[in-house]
C-alpha cells in the first residue's frame, strides 16, 4: 500500500513549521486559560503582564506581539513561528515547543527552563540571560543569536548547533554537549567543567581558550 501522506520540509535536519496560508487575523483583547488556538495571525498584539495557566498554539504566526513578562504555568507551541516578538522577561517554565521558529525576537531574561524544544530553531534573537535550565533540545539551531550569560545548566544541548552566536560568560555546566557544534560561538567566560565537554564539537583555537579557561596551563616542553 502506498503511502501519499507528505513530510514535513526540514532544513539543516530541522522539521519547519507546517503553517496554512492565508490565516485568518485574530481579533482579540486577551487569551483564555485552557483554549487551544489553531490556523491564527497573532499580529501587533499586546498580551503583556498576563498570568495564565494552559495555552496552546497549533499552526499559527506571531508577528510583533507583545509577551513581556508573561507567565503560563503551561505552554505548547505546535508548528508555529515568532517574528520581532518580545517576550523579555517571560516565564514559561515546562513549555512544549514542537516545530517552532523564532525570528528577530527579544528573549531578554526569558525562562524556559525544563521546557522540551523539538525541531525548534532560533535566528537573529537577542537572548541575554535567557534561562535554559534542565531544558531538553531535541533536534535545535541558534544562529546569529546573542546570548551572552544565558544559562543551559543541566540542559540537553546533544547536537544543537550554535552558528554566530555569542555565548560570552553563558553557564553550560552540568549540560550534555555530546555533538553540540560550538565552532563558530563566542565562548568568553564560558562557565564549564570538563566533564561537560564530552563529545563537544569545538576549533582547535576554541579548545586552547577553553582549556584556559579551565586554568589549565598550555606550555612547550622546551619551557619551564
Same mark, same amino acid.
Request: proline letters at 4%; aromatic letters at 8%.
Given at each position: 500500500?502506498?503511502?501519499?501522506?507528505?513530510? /514535513?520540509?526540514?532544513?539543516? @535536519?530541522?522539521?519547519? /513549521?507546517?503553517? /496554512?496560508?492565508?490565516?485568518?487575523?485574530?481579533?482579540? !483583547?486577551?487569551? *483564555?486559560?485552557?483554549?487551544?488556538?489553531?490556523?491564527?495571525?497573532?499580529?501587533?498584539?499586546?498580551?503583556?503582564?498576563?498570568?495564565?495557566?494552559?495555552?496552546?498554539?497549533?499552526?499559527?504566526?506571531? $508577528?510583533?506581539?507583545?509577551?513581556?513578562?508573561?507567565?503560563?504555568?503551561?505552554?505548547?507551541?505546535?508548528?508555529?513561528?515568532?517574528?520581532?516578538?518580545?517576550?523579555?522577561?517571560?516565564?514559561?517554565?515546562?513549555?512544549?515547543?514542537?516545530?517552532? =521558529?523564532?525570528?528577530?525576537?527579544?528573549?531578554?531574561?526569558?525562562?524556559?527552563? =525544563?521546557? !522540551?524544544? =523539538?525541531?525548534?530553531?532560533?535566528?537573529?534573537?537577542?537572548?541575554?540571560?535567557?534561562?535554559?535550565?534542565?531544558?531538553?533540545?531535541?533536534?535545535?539551531?541558534?544562529?546569529?543569536?546573542?546570548?551572552?550569560?544565558?544559562?543551559?545548566?543541566?540542559?540537553?544541548? $546533544?547536537?544543537?548547533?550554535? $552558528?554566530?552566536?555569542?555565548?560570552?560568560?553563558?553557564?553550560?555546566? *552540568?549540560?550534555?554537549?555530546?555533538?553540540?557544534?560550538?565552532?563558530?560561538? !563566542?565562548? *568568553?567566560?564560558?562557565?564549564?567543567?570538563?566533564?561537560?565537554?564530552? @563529545?563537544?564539537?569545538?576549533?582547535?583555537?576554541?579548545?586552547?581558550?577553553?582549556?584556559?579557561?579551565? @586554568?589549565?596551563?598550555?606550555? /612547550?616542553?622546551?619551557?619551564?
Amino acid at each position: 500500500m502506498q503511502n501519499n501522506s507528505k513530510k /514535513p520540509a526540514s532544513k539543516f @535536519g530541522i522539521r519547519l /513549521p507546517q503553517i /496554512p496560508k492565508p490565516l485568518p487575523p485574530a481579533e482579540l !483583547t486577551g487569551l *483564555d486559560d485552557q483554549e487551544t488556538y489553531s490556523q491564527v495571525l497573532f499580529a501587533d498584539l499586546d498580551f503583556s503582564t498576563s498570568q495564565h495557566g494552559a495555552l496552546a498554539f497549533d499552526q499559527s504566526l506571531f $508577528r510583533r506581539v507583545n509577551f513581556m513578562q508573561t507567565r503560563a504555568a503551561s505552554i505548547r507551541l505546535s508548528d508555529c513561528r515568532l517574528e520581532m516578538c518580545d517576550l523579555s522577561a517571560a516565564v514559561w517554565m515546562g513549555a512544549r515547543f514542537r516545530r517552532v =521558529e523564532v525570528s528577530g525576537c527579544r528573549l531578554l531574561g526569558t525562562a524556559l527552563a =525544563e521546557a !522540551t524544544l =523539538e525541531d525548534a530553531s532560533f535566528k537573529d534573537c537577542l537572548a541575554e540571560r535567557m534561562n535554559f535550565t534542565w531544558t531538553v533540545f531535541k533536534g535545535a539551531r541558534f544562529e546569529k543569536c546573542d546570548l551572552r550569560e544565558a544559562a543551559f545548566l543541566g540542559a540537553d544541548l $546533544r547536537g544543537v548547533v550554535f $552558528r554566530q552566536c555569542d555565548l560570552s560568560r553563558a553557564d553550560l555546566r *552540568d549540560a550534555n554537549l555530546n555533538g553540540a557544534d560550538l565552532r563558530d560561538a !563566542t565562548l *568568553d567566560g564560558l562557565k564549564v567543567g570538563i566533564k561537560d565537554l564530552v @563529545g563537544a564539537i569545538m576549533t582547535p583555537v576554541q579548545g586552547l581558550q577553553v582549556m584556559g579557561l579551565l @586554568g589549565i596551563q598550555i606550555k /612547550p616542553l622546551d619551557e619551564e
